[in-house]
C-alpha cells in the first residue's frame, strides 16, 4: 500500500497534521508546491492519495488543484482534510466539509476535519490584518451571540487546540484499501 500526503500549510497545523498522517502511515509527504512540479506519472504507483488544506473564510485553500486530479485518479483512495480554527462541533465546520465537494465527488473523496488553531507569529500579515478585522467586527457585533462572543475571544491571540487522535478517522480511512488486500 503506498500513500501520499499533500498539504498546503500557512502557519503549521496542517503540515503538522500531514506529518502525523505521512508517519502512521508510512506514506510520503509533498508540500502542494512540490506536488505541482511533479508528472502524472509520478502519482501512478499511489494507491491512496490525500490532501489537506487550511480553512479560510469557508473554503479549503487550494483544494481545486487536487479536485482537478483527482477525477482521474479514482481508482485510488482518495481523502481530504480541512484544518481550521474553529472546534470540531462549531457548526460552520460541516458547512465547509459539505460545500467543498459536489455530490459527484463525493462518491470517490471523502473528506475529514482536524482542530487547528491559530498562530499569529507565524501568519502573513494580509492574514494577520484580516482576522484582526475579523476579530474586531466579531466584538463590536451588536446581536452577537454567546459563543460568537466566546469565538472572538479565543480568536484575538494565538492557540493550538490540534490533537494528533483527530488522524485515526482519516488513518482507519485510507489505510481500508491494505487490510482488504490482507484478507
Ligand atoms: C484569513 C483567515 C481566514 C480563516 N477562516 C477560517 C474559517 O473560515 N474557519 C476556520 O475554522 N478557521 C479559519 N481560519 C483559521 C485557520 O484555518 C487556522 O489558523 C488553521 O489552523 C491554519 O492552518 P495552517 O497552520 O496550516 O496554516 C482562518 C484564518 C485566516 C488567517
Do not use: H
Request: hydrophobic share 40%.
Amino acid at each position: 500500500m503506498k500513500t501520499l500526503i499533500i498539504y498546503t500549510s500557512q502557519t503549521g497545523f496542517t503540515k503538522r497534521y500531514a506529518q502525523w498522517l505521512a508517519e502512521e502511515l508510512r506514506g510520503d509527504l509533498l508540500d502542494l508546491k512540490e506536488a505541482k512540479k511533479k508528472r502524472e506519472d509520478y502519482f501512478k504507483d499511489y494507491d491512496a492519495i490525500c490532501y489537506g488544506g487550511w480553512a479560510m473564510a469557508g473554503s479549503i485553500v487550494k483544494a481545486k488543484w487536487f479536485l482537478g486530479k483527482a477525477a482521474n485518479w479514482k481508482d485510488k483512495r482518495l481523502a481530504m482534510f480541512c484544518v481550521g480554527g474553529s472546534p470540531c462541533d462549531n457548526p460552520d465546520i460541516d458547512v465547509i466539509l459539505q460545500k467543498a465537494l459536489t455530490d459527484e465527488q463525493k462518491k470517490y473523496i471523502k473528506i475529514f476535519y482536524c482542530q487547528g488553531g491559530f498562530n499569529y507569529a507565524n501568519m502573513k500579515a494580509p492574514s494577520r490584518i484580516a482576522m484582526k478585522m475579523f476579530v474586531s467586527a466579531l466584538k463590536n457585533k451588536k446581536d452577537a451571540t454567546e459563543k460568537e462572543k466566546v469565538m472572538a475571544e479565543m480568536m484575538a491571540s494565538s492557540y493550538d487546540i490540534s490533537d494528533i487522535k483527530y488522524i485515526e478517522p482519516i488513518v482507519s480511512y485510507l489505510g481500508e484499501k491494505e487490510y482488504e488486500k490482507a484478507v
